[in-house]
C-alpha cells in the first residue's frame, strides 16, 4: 500500500511539474492568467497526491459533490477571412463532464464538446469573444474568455504550428470491443491527421479521433499516435497503448437441487461460473429456455418435469471462448403397489381398497371399478354376482394404473352344521361357518324357526319333538344359499336289525346289528333255543357283529338278536333274525385264519387254517414273495397247517406271505395273507382303521409294528377320489392326528410306511377318514350313472345293463364314494332270452378310487362280466364257464385288477341255483352285507358263502353284465342300501 502511495506520489508530482511548466512557459507568458505562488503549488501537489492515496485505501471515488476544475484555459485565435478557428478547453472533475461554448455571451448551438471549431470566418467575426461552460454533478465553471481576431484577407497572418494540447489516453477494452482514441491540437488551420498504429500508417484514421476495428487478443499492447499538420509543420502526439483484455469463462457447476424429484414437480438449478456471461437452457450448449442472463449462484426453476431432462450451464468469456457444465435431473417413477385386499371374494356392499404410491408430485389415486361406484377408495358394489375390475389410476401419473379382481358372491358356507347325537333333557348347539354372509334364519323340517337369525342355534333341552332335520339359510344382498341338513337325534335308535339267514349245516352264521344315537355303544348278543321264547346272553358276543360256531340242523329256527346300550345308559333291543339250518353239503368256510409272525432266521414257524364245509376239504398253501401280487404253490403242502422250512426263512424272506384255499366239490374259501418278519423285519401287528367324525373334528389314526429295531413312520394321504398320495410333512410317529376337518375331507385316504433302516420298508393297509353324515345310496331310480348299453330306468326302477344281442357291455355307477365299513345291499338281478348255453352274467364291483377307479370305468365285455380291468373288489355272478373259472353257475368274490382277476377267487360256491336258463326268465334276491370286512352274501335267503375280504374303505360302486359270443338280456331291480359308520 505505502509503496503504491509513494509511486503514485511520484507520477503526480511528475505530472503536476509538467502541468506547471504548461501553466508557466519559460517566456513566462500568462496570458493574463493569475500567477500561482511556488507555495500554492506545492500545496495543490499534496493535495493531489493525499487524494490519490485516498483511492488507492478504496475510499475515494472522485471530488463528489465538488464542480470541475479547468486546467487549460481557451486561448486567443487570429485567423484570416474565410479561414476557421479551433478553441479548446481541458478540465478535470468528478463524474460526466458537459461542455457548452457561447459566442459573444450567446451558446452556439451543437458547440457542446471541449473544442470548438467555428464555420469560415468574416471580418464581421473580428473580436468575438468565446466562452465555455464545463458542469457537472457538482456544479458548473466558465472558462476565461478567447478573443477571435480575423485578419482581411490582404493581411499575411504568419501560420502557427501544430500544437497538441490533450493527448491520445491509454485504452483498456475486452476482446471483441472497439477503442476509440482522440487528440486536441492546435495552430493554424486547416489541420490535417494521421493516426498511426505501431508506427504504422492507418489508412483513412485521418481525424482527430479514431475508432479501432472490434479487438483481437493480438492487437494487446499496440501503441497509437497521430501526426498533427498544417502549412507551418507537423507535431506527433505521446503513443497511447491499447490494452485488450482476453477474459477466460469458467462454469464451475450447475447443481440440481434434487436430481430426483417427484414426478410432474420442478427442480431448482443454482448455477456457479465466472469470466463471462451466462444462459442456462435444456437444448444444449447455448441453449436459454431457462434463462437468458444467469446470475452466479441464484437459483432458477425447472418447467414440471415427467421424464429425464440434462440442463446446461453456458458461459461465453469476452474472447469468445464457452465453458459448460450440466446436472441431469431424473424425475421418479410413480409406482403403485399392489392393491388390497387382492382378487377378494366379498358379499355384494361397501368395501374398503388401499395401495401404496410413491413417486409423484401428490402420491394421490383415483379409484374406479368396471361396476359400482367409489367415495374416496371405499367402493359400493352393485348386488349382481360377478367378477369385477377395481383400478387405482396415479394422480400425477395417469397413464400409471394397478388393478385387482374382486368377485361377489353369494354367501358360502365353509362349516356345515353337524348332526348330533344328544341324551334326552341334554342342550346342543347347531352352528354354521359362513363367508360373505350378512343373515341367517334357521329351519327345523323345512319351518322356519321364530328369532333363530344367528349363526347358531341352541337346544337347552332336547326332547323328541326335538329331532328332526335342522337346516340355516344364509343370506346376503346377491342372494340366499341354505345349509346341508344336520340330523338332531335325541337318544339312541337301531338303524339295522339283523337279517334271518339260511345256512347248510357245517357253516357259521353272521349276524349284525347297527345303531346311531348317543355314542360309544355295546353290544350283546342272545340266542333263543328252537322252539324257545327266551334269549340267553352268548358269551364273548359284544359287539356289533357275531359269528356263529359251526352250526347243524339242533340249531335249525333258532333266533338271534342284540342289545345296544349308549352312553346316556338308555338300552335299545333288535329284532330277533331267524335262523334256518339245512342239511347237505356248502363250500368251505374259514374260521380261523393263518396268522403273521417274526421268526429267527432259520426259524420253522408253523401256519394254521380252521376251515367248516363239506363234504371232504383240501389244502393248498401258497408262497408270495416279498413284492410280489400272486402266491405259487408249495409243494407237499396240503394239510390245515404248514410249517415253513429254515431254508425259507433266510434274511432274503423276510416279508414273505403265505396264505391257503381250502376247497371241496362246491367251492373254495381263500385265506388271509399271513406274512413273515424275518429277523430284525418289521410286523404290523395293528393296521390303521377308518375313522369316522363330524365337521371340525379332529381325526387320528394309527399303526401299531414291531421290529429289533427302532422304528421310524411316514404317513401318506391321496385326496378324496385321487390315485395320487403325497406325504404328510411332519407326520412321522405311529399316529397322526389331523387337527381339524372338513366335510370336503370325506373319502381321503391315508396308510403310513413302516421303516426301521435295516430290513425291507412295510407298507400298511390303507384306511379313510369320513367326516360328517355318510353318502347314502339311492334306488334306481336316483343319480345313477349309465355307461356303455346300460337302459335308463323304466317306471318300476328297473334298469336292463345288457341285451340279449351279442358283444353287450352295461353298467351303472354311483357317483359318489361310499364308505365300506359297514354296508348293505339288496337288489335283483333277471336273467331272460338267454342264448343256449347262457352268456357271461353280471358283478358288483367296489372300485378303489385310490387305485385309479373313477365314475367313467367300465370292465371287459365277456367273460369279464363288465368288471374285469376296474381295481377293486368284485362280486361275480358267472353262468359260462370260461378256461380257468371254477364250474358254473357260481358266485365268486376276487379282486377287479386285469393281472389279478380270477387269480384267485377269495370265496366261491359252486352249489347254487342257476343264474340264466336258455329260453327262460330266472330271478333271484341277493343281500350283500359287509361289517367291518367280513362279507355275507345271500341268494334268495340262503347263505352264500360268508368269510373275511379286504374291501377298499371308501369306494364307488358299480352292476355291470355283458354278452360276449352268446348272449342274455340282464335286469337289476330292487335295490336298497344302507351305509353306516361300524359301530364299533
Not at 505505502?2 to 506547471?20: G, Q
Not at 456544479?139 to 480575423?150: E, K, N, R, W, Y
Not at 357275531?546 to 352250526?551: A, K, R
Not at 358299480?958 to 353306516?980: P, R
Request: hydrophobic fraction near 35%; proline fraction near 6%.
Amino acid at each position: 500500500m505505502f509503496k503504491v502511495a509513494a509511486s503514485l506520489n511520484l507520477s503526480i508530482a511528475s505530472s503536476l511539474s509538467k502541468l506547471r511548466l504548461a501553466i508557466w512557459p519559460d517566456d513566462r507568458r500568462s496570458s493574463g492568467l493569475m500567477k500561482v505562488r511556488s507555495g500554492g503549488f506545492r500545496l495543490l501537489t499534496v493535495t493531489l497526491a493525499l487524494l490519490v492515496m485516498t483511492a488507492c485505501g478504496g475510499g475515494w471515488n472522485g471530488y463528489s459533490g465538488q464542480p470541475p476544475t479547468i486546467t487549460k484555459q481557451p486561448v486567443n485565435q487570429t485567423v484570416n477571412v474565410g479561414q476557421t478557428a479551433t478553441f479548446s478547453v481541458t478540465a478535470t472533475g468528478a463524474g460526466t463532464l458537459t461542455y457548452q461554448w457561447f459566442d459573444n455571451g450567446t451558446a452556439i448551438v451543437g458547440a457542446t464538446s471541449s473544442t470548438y471549431t467555428t464555420p469560415a470566418t468574416a471580418s464581421t467575426d473580428s473580436g468575438s469573444v468565446f466562452t465555455v461552460t464545463v458542469t457537472n454533478a457538482g456544479g458548473t465553471v466558465t472558462s476565461s474568455p478567447a478573443t477571435l481576431t480575423v485578419a482581411a484577407s490582404s493581411t499575411t497572418v504568419p501560420p502557427n504550428a501544430p500544437l497538441v494540447i490533450s493527448q491520445p489516453a491509454n485504452q483498456t477494452v475486452q476482446v471483441g470491443q472497439t477503442a476509440t482514441f482522440s487528440v486536441t491540437a492546435t495552430g493554424t488551420a486547416p489541420l490535417t491527421y494521421q493516426w498511426s498504429k505501431n508506427g504504422i500508417l492507418i489508412p483513412g484514421a485521418t481525424s482527430s479521433s479514431y475508432t479501432t476495428p472490434a479487438t483481437v487478443i493480438g492487437d494487446n499492447n499496440s501503441q497509437f499516435t497521430v501526426t498533427v499538420t498544417n502549412a507551418a509543420g507537423g507535431a506527433t502526439s505521446n503513443p497511447a497503448t491499447l490494452t485488450v483484455i482476453n477474459t477466460i469463462p469458467v462454469a464451475t457447476s450447475l447443481a440440481c437441487n434434487s436430481a430426483t424429484p417427484a414426478y410432474n414437480t420442478s427442480a431448482t438449478l443454482i448455477p456457479t461460473f465466472s469470466g463471462g456471461t451466462a444462459v442456462i437452457g435444456s437444448a444444449g450448449v447455448g441453449s436459454s429456455d431457462i434463462t437468458l442472463s444467469a446470475v452466479s449462484g441464484s437459483s432458477y426453476s425447472t418447467p414440471l418435469l415427467t421424464s429425464p431432462k440434462t440442463y446446461t450451464l453456458a458461459v461465453t468469456g469476452t474472447g469468445g471462448a464457452v465453458a459448460s457444465t450440466t446436472c441431469t435431473v431424473t424425475p421418479t417413477n410413480v409406482t403403485i403397489g399392489p392393491i388390497s385386499p387382492a382378487n377378494a371374494t366379498i358379499a355384494p356392499g361397501a368395501q374398503t381398497f388401499t395401495a401404496s404410491v410413491s413417486g409423484g408430485a401428490t402420491n394421490s389415486l383415483i379409484w374406479t371399478a368396471s361396476a359400482g361406484s367409489f367415495v374416496g377408495n371405499v367402493w359400493t358394489s352393485p348386488n349382481t354376482l360377478g367378477t369385477y375390475t377395481i383400478t387405482a389410476t396415479s394422480v400425477d401419473e395417469p397413464s400409471v394404473s394397478v388393478t385387482t379382481k374382486v368377485t361377489l358372491s353369494l354367501p358360502v358356507i365353509t362349516g356345515q352344521p353337524p348332526s348330533v347325537n344328544v341324551c334326552n333333557n341334554a342342550s346342543t348347539t347347531l352352528s354354521v361357518v359362513a363367508l360373505y354372509a350378512s343373515t341367517y334364519q334357521w329351519f327345523f323340517n323345512g319351518s322356519p324357526i321364530a328369532g333363530a337369525t344367528s349363526s347358531s342355534y341352541f337346544i337347552p333341552s332336547a326332547v323328541a319333538m326335538d329331532v328332526g332335520s335342522y337346516t340355516v339359510t344364509v343370506t346376503n344382498a346377491a342372494g340366499s344359499v341354505t345349509s346341508n341338513a344336520a340330523k338332531v337325534v335325541v337318544g339312541t335308535s337301531i338303524t339295522s336289525n339283523p337279517v334271518s339267514l339260511s345256512i347248510v349245516q357245517g357253516q357259521t352264521a353272521t349276524f349284525s346289528v347297527a345303531a346311531t344315537g348317543d355314542a360309544p355303544f355295546s353290544y350283546q348278543w342272545y340266542v333263543i333255543a328252537p322252539g324257545g321264547s327266551t334269549g340267553v346272553a352268548i358269551a364273548g358276543a359284544t359287539s356289533s357283529i357275531y359269528t356263529s360256531p359251526v352250526l347243524n340242523t339242533s340249531s335249525n329256527g333258532a333266533k338271534y338278536y342284540a342289545t345296544v346300550t349308549d352312553t346316556c345308559g338308555s338300552v335299545l333291543t333288535s329284532t330277533s333274525a331267524t335262523l334256518t339250518v339245512n342239511p347237505g353239503n356248502d363250500p368251505p368256510t374259514i374260521i380261523t385264519q393263518p396268522m403273521s409272525q417274526t421268526v429267527a432266521i432259520g426259524g420253522t414257524p408253523t401256519l394254521t387254517v380252521v376251515a367248516v364245509g363239506s363234504p371232504t376239504l383240501t389244502y393248498q398253501w401258497y408262497q408270495k414273495p416279498a413284492g410280489s401280487v400272486t402266491g405259487t404253490a408249495v409243494s407237499g403242502a396240503t394239510s390245515s397247517s404248514y410249517t415253513v422250512p429254515a431254508t425259507a426263512t433266510t434274511i432274503n424272506n423276510d416279508q414273505d406271505g403265505y396264505y391257503v384255499i381250502v376247497t371241496n366239490s362246491y367251492g373254495q374259501a381263500l385265506s388271509q395273507t399271513a406274512t413273515l418278519a424275518i429277523g430284525d423285519g418289521i410286523l404290523i401287528t395293528k393296521q390303521p382303521v377308518d375313522v369316522y367324525v363330524n365337521a371340525g373334528d379332529s381325526a387320528t389314526f394309527s399303526v401299531t409294528a414291531t421290529s429289533a429295531l427302532p422304528l421310524t413312520y411316514q404317513w401318506f394321504e391321496a385326496a378324496p377320489g385321487g390315485a395320487t398320495f403325497s406325504a404328510i410333512p411332519g407326520a412321522t410317529s405311529a399316529s397322526y392326528t389331523q387337527a381339524s376337518t372338513a366335510t370336503s375331507d370325506s373319502g381321503s385316504v391315508f396308510y403310513v410306511v413302516v421303516s426301521n433302516g435295516s430290513s425291507p420298508a412295510v407298507t400298511s393297509n390303507s384306511a379313510s377318514l369320513f367326516v360328517g353324515d355318510l353318502t347314502g345310496i339311492s334306488n334306481l331310480c336316483g343319480s345313477w350313472k349309465l355307461i356303455g348299453n346300460a337302459q335308463p330306468p323304466n317306471s318300476s326302477c328297473a334298469i336292463q345293463l345288457s341285451a340279449a344281442v351279442l358283444g353287450q357291455r352295461g353298467e351303472i355307477v354311483w357317483p359318489n364314494l361310499i364308505s365300506t365299513g359297514d354296508i348293505q345291499l339288496s337288489f335283483t338281478i333277471t336273467t331272460s332270452n338267454s342264448s343256449n348255453p347262457p352268456a357271461d352274467g353280471f358283478a358288483m364291483t367296489l372300485g378303489d378310487p385310490s387305485l385309479g377307479a373313477t365314475t367313467n370305468s367300465i370292465g371287459a365285455t365277456g367273460g369279464g362280466l363288465g368288471a374285469e380291468g376296474i381295481p377293486g373288489i368284485v362280486l361275480a355272478f358267472d353262468d359260462y364257464h370260461d378256461p380257468g373259472d371254477p364250474p358254473v353257475p357260481y358266485i365268486g368274490v376276487g379282486r377287479g385288477e386285469t393281472a389279478l382277476w380270477e387269480k384267485p377267487y377269495f370265496n366261491v360256491n359252486t352249489n347254487i341255483a342257476p343264474l340264466a336258463l336258455a329260453g327262460a326268465t330266472v330271478s333271484h334276491d341277493y343281500v350283500v352285507s359287509i361289517v367291518q370286512g367280513m362279507m355275507t352274501v345271500t341268494m334268495d335267503g340262503t347263505q352264500a358263502f360268508s368269510g373275511s375280504v379286504s374291501v377298499p374303505p371308501v369306494a364307488y360302486l358299480y352292476f355291470s353284465a355283458s354278452t360276449g359270443a352268446l348272449d342274455e338280456q340282464t335286469v337289476i331291480s330292487n335295490l336298497s342300501a344302507t351305509v353306516t359308520a361300524p359301530s364299533n
